[in-house]
């Protein structure tokens, strides 16, 4: 059974999220890890867990900012979209995508944003690239919107 999960610290799945995390692949997970040791997070925003017959293999987080430049007033952002290589093609990020926008639209938001390298992957999900703009690390990415109406 595929479940998607909004957490905060104190979760049921926080401490295996964050051990994925820690310990994948990529490079951003050590990063949120830290974020989540840290309970670098408002009240509102979260990390979204994927589970398969309840283990972690995937997440997301949907916070105020994430990367883009605080000189941009779009909010709030999708990040550190995740997939464990031994579950890809199963459509988990299409539905952590939607449980954040559904969240997102619950608090309010008509629109979600999400910054990417990628070509190609986001749009496949609905999401329209707005253009290029300015992270935090003063380095140039793609930011690319979506409507929370699902």
Known sequence: MIEIFPMS??????????????NCSWKAGSYLAEK???????????????CVDE??????????KDELSP???????????FVDEQYRGKRLSELMLKSAASYAHELGYQKVYIMSGEIG??????????????????TIDQLFVKSTLL
């Open 71 to 81: 000189k941009y007033e779009f909010k709030p952002l999708i990040g550190f979209v």
């Open 36 to 50: 989540m040791i840290n309970n670098e997070f408002s009240e509102w925003e979260k990390v979204f867990a994927a």
């Open 121 to 138: 992957l986001y749009e496949k999900y609905g999401f329209i690239k707005l253009g290029d703009y300015e992270t935090i690390y003063g």
């Open 55 to 64: 283990k972690v293999v995937g997440f997301c987080t949907l916070t105020e």
């Open 9 to 22: 610290q104190g979760h049921r799945y926080w401490n295996e999220t964050f051990s994925l995390a820690a």
